[in-house]
């Protein structure tokens, strides 16, 4: 059985400056997301449609619901959290 074991991030704060890399992280994610599914020959639809390859979401990120912009923000800042909880530093140059 699979038991998922990520990185330890408790005592990760993030400062300003990350919180705001992370907010742009996050709109890459989606956008890298939305071009996968365009190029799989997704489109807008009202609603998600597998079967016809239709989604809401394929819109530009601050057009997403926050339901969603909070997906990519949990991916963008757990990875942050993660780069810095292995020992790595994140500067801006």
Same mark, same amino acid.
């Given at each position: 059985?699979?038991c998922p074991? *990520? $990185?330890?991030?408790? /005592? %990760?704060? =993030? /400062?300003e400056? #990350?919180?705001q #890399?992370g907010?742009?992280?996050a709109?890459?994610v989606h956008? %890298?997301?939305? =071009? @996968?599914?365009i190029?799989? @020959?997704?489109?807008? @639809?009202?609603?998600? !449609?597998? +079967? ?6 394929l %819109?530009?990120y601050d057009?997403l *619901?926050? /339901?969603?912009? !909070?997906?990519?923000?949990?991916? +963008?800042m757990n990875? $942050?959290?993660a $780069?810095? +909880? #292995? @020992?790595?530093? $994140?500067?801006k140059?």
């Amino acid at each position: 059985m699979y038991c998922p074991q *990520p $990185i330890d991030t408790t /005592s %990760v704060e =993030l /400062s300003e400056e #990350l919180k705001q #890399l992370g907010e742009l992280l996050a709109e890459n994610v989606h956008d %890298v997301w939305a =071009l @996968g599914r365009i190029r799989e @020959g997704w489109t807008y @639809g009202e609603r998600r !449609d597998d +079967a016809l390859r239709q989604t809401p979401c394929l %819109v530009p990120y601050d057009e997403l *619901p926050e /339901s969603e912009k !909070d997906f990519d923000r949990n991916t +963008a800042m757990n990875t $942050i959290k993660a $780069i810095l +909880a #292995l @020992g790595f530093r $994140i500067e801006k140059e």
